[in-house]
């Protein structure tokens, strides 16, 4: 089971980027999948979220109106839209699948990690 992450790279504040995760080895459309990122010297932060269905999303605050989660279940893929982005974006984004249908803040719910994929905003 592998999930790639792709999509991050150097945008200035205001651009967008488009991250996308690509599961391979099994299918996860009865599971919640989730973006998380890490900045140096930081803990690992919640981003977003979307349930099996996709019905259901999540985002942390800071987020919320400028980021928007998607998945496309015919490619076993989660894409996360990220528009006016910030300097404080700038983190190495992951992507998860839980175990679960639901979706959740915590790490620890997500059992599949991708690899990441840098995001650098410059001001």
């Known amino acids: 089971v592998q999930l790639q992450a792709s999509g991050g790279g150097l945008v200035q504040a205001g651009g967008s980027l488009r991250l996308s995760c690509a599961a391979t080895g099994r299918t996860f459309s009865d599971n919640a999948m989730g973006w998380f990122r890490q900045d140096a010297g930081k803990e690992r932060e919640f981003v977003a979220a979307?349930?099996?269905?996709?019905?259901?999303?999540d985002y942390l605050d800071s987020v919320k109106g400028r980021f928007t989660i998607s998945r496309d279940k015919a490619k076993n893929t989660v894409y996360l839209q990220m528009n006016s982005l910030k300097p404080e974006d700038a983190a190495v984004y992951y992507c998860?699948?839980?175990?679960?249908?639901?979706?959740?803040?915590?790490?620890?719910?997500?059992?599949?990690w991708g690899q990441g994929t840098q995001v650098t905003v410059s001001s």
């Open positions: 998860a699948a839980s175990s679960s249908s639901a979706t959740d803040r915590r790490a620890a719910w997500y059992t599949y």
């Open positions: 979307i349930s099996w269905s996709g019905r259901s999303t």
